[in-house]
């Protein structure tokens, strides 16, 4: 599928002066961000952020597991990455990550490439070539910040870089880390918002295979569908089997978790007409 790549315009809105205790860059990513309608439109001010700061290599990466990444949801770049597919050949190369593997066991923000080579521990020599020739195209050095979603749980990875020694870049940092750490969780959090709402027309579900995705998601079984639909059981099966080819789901509870996690249904911890005592309060 052929991508449109020129970045989409979003309106902001004007701050009130009480809002302006933050770094101005933050302070306009953050307007930019409430004005975003579309995870390109995030990605897009993501990767200005970076450029403004002297940091144009903008990686986002996002796995559907914070245990692993063997289950990737999505990989963008701002640059051509092409290069990897060849090194990732190498399953020895493939399954190691310095930076994905502190980021599935850590919170804290680290800085890559090779101009911090030295402050890791070991360093496989495989793994080195990669960070030379990630250094001879411009990414010599680089903060990523680990991202987290629980619900479903998932690991992500958003990381800025650019042709710098240590010194220059650790200068860097100290000016824009706060900025960039603060940006890099609201983006990762709006665009993964947008991407779910996507998830029906990335993938060309029809509204009536919507409707049939929400009655799975609440437990319907497929004669309470038909007589809701109004056609028999063989053809609920029959969209139900479309449904399934669509999304790359093979069983009904996974229909049903998709329910859940694209919004078709509302969360049951927080279903609008609930009960009105069902709320906690923690005081001391």
Not at 229 to 247: G, P, Y
Not at 255 to 269: C, H, Q, R
Request: proline fraction near 5%; charge should be positive; charged fraction near 25%.
């Amino acid at each position: 599928m052929q991508l449109n790549l020129k970045p989409q315009a979003v309106e902001r809105r004007s701050m009130l002066d009480c809002e302006r205790y933050t770094p101005e860059a933050l302070q306009d990513f953050l307007l930019d961000m409430e004005a975003t309608t579309t995870s390109r439109q995030v990605w897009d001010r993501l990767v200005k952020l970076g450029k403004g700061m002297g940091m144009p290599f903008v990686d986002f990466i996002v796995a559907t597991s914070y245990q692993n990444w063997r289950k990737t949801l999505f990989i963008r770049t701002s640059y051509d990455s092409t290069w990897l597919n060849e090194l990732n050949k190498d399953p020895e190369i493939h399954k190691w990550s310095y930076f994905r593997s502190h980021a599935i066991n850590y919170l804290t923000p680290i800085t890559i490439g090779l101009e911090y080579i030295d402050e890791y521990r070991h360093v496989p020599a495989k793994r080195v070539q990669v960070m030379r020739k990630a250094a001879s195209i411009g990414l010599r050095a680089g903060f990523s910040i680990p991202l987290r979603t629980f619900a479903p749980p998932q690991a992500g990875l958003i990381t800025f870089g650019g042709d710098y020694s240590k010194r220059e870049f650790d200068r860097l940092i100290q000016v824009h880390g706060w900025t960039l750490n603060a940006a890099a969780m609201v983006a990762h959090q709006r665009y993964m918002t947008h991407f779910v709402a996507e998830f029906p027309e990335r993938n060309r579900i029809s509204e009536k295979q919507r409707d049939l995705l929400e009655l799975i998601g609440l437990g319907l079984q497929d004669k309470q569908i038909a007589d809701t639909f109004q056609i028999s059981i063989s053809a609920v099966r029959q969209r139900m089997n479309k449904l399934m080819e669509k999304t790359g789901l093979t069983t009904r509870p996974e229909l049903a978790a998709l329910a859940m996690s694209i919004g078709v249904l509302p969360d049951p911890l927080n279903r609008p007409h609930g009960p009105t005592h069902d709320f906690l309060i923690e005081m001391g």
